[in-house]
């Protein structure tokens, strides 16, 4: 089965190295589809370039987060859940697209929501294909700790070791579930919840689909960590700013 690949990405200094990172892993991953959805009223003549050249199957999709709902600078970065609106137009253009598709096979199909910022190993992909409902697995250095995981006893998945709230219905990172495309499919109104309260928003999309029981854990029990939430700094521009204010800043045109 083929993977869709759901990423939302917005514009700032770090967006081309992001994306360039993300294209070349998913280069290595066969039948692999990137579905990739900016935060921006228009589509960017940088990500329409960088997706022509990356040799990748992929869908360009827009939407932009509604005002009210994005994080305004300054602002703590856990005040508003971020990627909302972007994942649930991923999830809308490939209900639609699929319903297109003629064929027995339209409905094959795993589909995973891969923010733009965290580090992916490629056994990852290969564990997650086989994906029959909803799959889970641990994701390295994300809640305050060295890694979150469901717990599993014999087979199934008992309870998550995380630290925090772990009576959350689900209390897994956006990076560590996927979902089978006939789920999806079969459940053509769930989507991310934008009010959902904070660490509630992979709850918001599980909780109508799956239930503990159901979860197939993957990467040998979740013992290993393949998956990583890392989150890139933001970069200085003092300089740039200085050198901007002599009239000797960086060329605008490239970027
Ligand atoms: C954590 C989770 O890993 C995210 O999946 C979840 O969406 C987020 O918290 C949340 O609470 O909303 P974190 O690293 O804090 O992630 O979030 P970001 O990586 O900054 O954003 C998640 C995704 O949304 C990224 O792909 C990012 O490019 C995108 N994003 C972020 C936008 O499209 N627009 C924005 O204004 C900000
Ligand atoms: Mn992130």
């Given at each position: 089965p083929t993977i869709f690949v759901i990423t939302p990405t917005y514009a700032r200094l770090v967006q081309k190295a992001?994306?360039?990172?993300?294209?070349?892993?998913?280069?290595?991953?066969?039948?692999?589809?990137?579905i990739l959805v900016e935060d921006s009223p228009h589509k960017t003549p940088l990500v329409t370039d960088l997706l022509m050249k990356s040799g990748l199957t992929y869908t360009h999709l827009h939407m932009p987060t509604a005002k009210d709902r994005k994080l305004q600078e300054g602002d703590p970065s856990w005040l508003k859940p971020r990627g909302v609106e972007q994942r649930n137009e991923g999830l809308r253009w490939l209900r639609e697209d699929r319903r297109a598709q003629p064929g027995g096979d339209n409905q094959q199909?795993?589909?995973?929501?891969?923010?733009?910022?965290?580090?992916?190993?490629?056994?990852?992909?290969?564990?997650?294909?086989?994906?029959?409902?909803?799959?889970?697995?641990?994701?390295?250095?994300?809640g305050g700790m060295k890694y979150e995981r469901p717990v599993v006893e014999g087979g199934k998945?008992?309870?998550f070791h995380t630290g925090w709230r772990p009576s959350r219905p689900f209390p897994i990172d956006?990076?560590?579930?996927?979902?089978s495309l006939k789920l999806v499919l079969a459940n053509p109104e769930a989507c991310f919840d934008g009010e959902a309260p904070m660490g509630l928003l992979e709850s918001s999309f599980l909780q109508g689909l799956v239930t503990m029981d159901e979860?197939?854990?993957?990467?040998?029990?979740?013992?290993k960590v393949l998956v990583w939430h890392t989150r890139t700094e933001k970069p200085k521009m003092k300089r740039e700013e200085a050198l901007q204010a002599q009239g000797l800043g960086s060329d605008p045109a490239v970027e």
């Open positions: 992001e994306l360039t990172r993300m294209s070349q892993t998913f280069l290595h991953v066969p039948r692999l589809h990137w199909g795993v589909v995973y929501f891969a923010d733009d910022d965290n580090t992916y190993s490629l056994q990852l992909f290969e564990e997650m294909r086989s994906t029959q409902r909803v799959s889970v697995w641990p994701v390295g250095l994300v998945v008992v309870r956006m990076a560590g579930f996927a979902v979860l197939e854990p993957k990467a040998d029990n979740c013992t």
